[in-house]
Nanobody, 124 residues
Framework: QLQLVESGGGSVQAGGFLRLSCAAS????????MGWFRQAPEKEREFVAG????????YYADSVKGRFTISKDNARNTVDLRIYTLKPEDTGVYYC?????????????????WGQGTQVTVSS
């Protein structure tokens, strides 16, 4: 059974930087596309970044383009999300998810495995 554990969240001031990590265990994620999602208070969970199985193709939500960078290390079985120039609107719980496909799917329902999330709080 694949398990995903996120780490790296915290409380930071606007303009700061965070690196979130997602460690997979139980089996390899080398054939899975991976995604990062976030859920702000009283809002629905939303897609922020995705990466295909090889790490060669990435996608970002318009709201984070240019500030977020997703990367995948199949040898270490990890996926990272680097967040630059943090904004208060980046506050939320960030989730790592493994897709059931090698490409980045459009639907959250195509992500079969989810981590428990890591809290990011950005103060102005």
């Amino acid at each position: 059974q694949l398990q995903l554990v996120e780490s790296g969240g915290g409380s930071v001031q606007a303009g700061g930087f965070l690196r979130l990590s997602c460690a997979a265990s139980g089996r390899t994620i080398s054939q899975n596309a991976m995604g990062w999602f976030r859920q702000a208070p009283e809002k629905e969970r939303e897609f922020v970044a995705g990466i295909n199985w090889s790490g060669g193709v990435t996608y970002y939500a318009d709201s984070v383009k240019g500030r977020f960078t997703i990367s995948k290390d199949n040898a270490r079985n990890t996926v990272d999300l680097r967040i630059y120039t943090l904004k208060p609107e980046d506050t939320g719980v960030y989730y790592c998810a493994a897709a059931t496909t090698t490409w980045v799917p459009n639907q959250q329902s195509d992500y079969g495995y989810w981590g428990q999330g890591t809290q990011v709080t950005v103060s102005s």
